[in-house]
Nanobody
Framework: QVHLVESGGGLVQPGGSLRLSCAAS????????MAWYRQAVGKKRELVAN????????HYADSVKGRFTISRDNAKNTSYLQMNSLTPEDTAVYYC??????????????WGQGTQVTVSS
């Protein structure tokens, strides 16, 4: 089983920055992709950014390009989401996600519990 623990959410003023972290733990798993999603009140969950664990290739939603940066630490099985120039539209619950294989079976999605990010003056 894979367990994800997120940290770093909170309240920030418009224009401010936050960094989210997601640490994966467990045994016998191999991470393929690490990602961050978010879900605002009344909206569908959307992909914010993802990163290939092997080579670090990244993908971003258009709404966060140039402001957010996703990175990973392979040794720590941890991903980070650096969020700069935050706006109230970034307010949401942010979820960590990984696509990982365990026990030689096909990869599965695993989710963190979510962390609230609120951008407000």
């Amino acid at each position: 089983q894979v367990h994800l623990v997120e940290s770093g959410g909170g309240l920030v003023q418009p224009g401010g920055s936050l960094r989210l972290s997601c640490a994966a733990s467990g045994s016998g798993f191999s991470i393929h992709v690490m990602a961050w999603y978010r879900q605002a009140v009344g909206k569908k969950r959307e992909l914010v950014a993802n990163i290939l664990f092997s080579d670090g290739n990244t993908h971003y939603a258009d709404s966060v390009k140039g402001r957010f940066t996703i990175s990973r630490d392979n040794a720590k099985n941890t991903s980070y989401l650096q969020m700069n120039s935050l706006t109230p539209e970034d307010t949401a619950v942010y979820y960590c996600n990984i696509l990982a294989a365990t026990g030689g079976v096909l990869p599965s999605d695993y989710w963190g519990q979510g962390t609230q990010v609120t951008v407000s003056s």
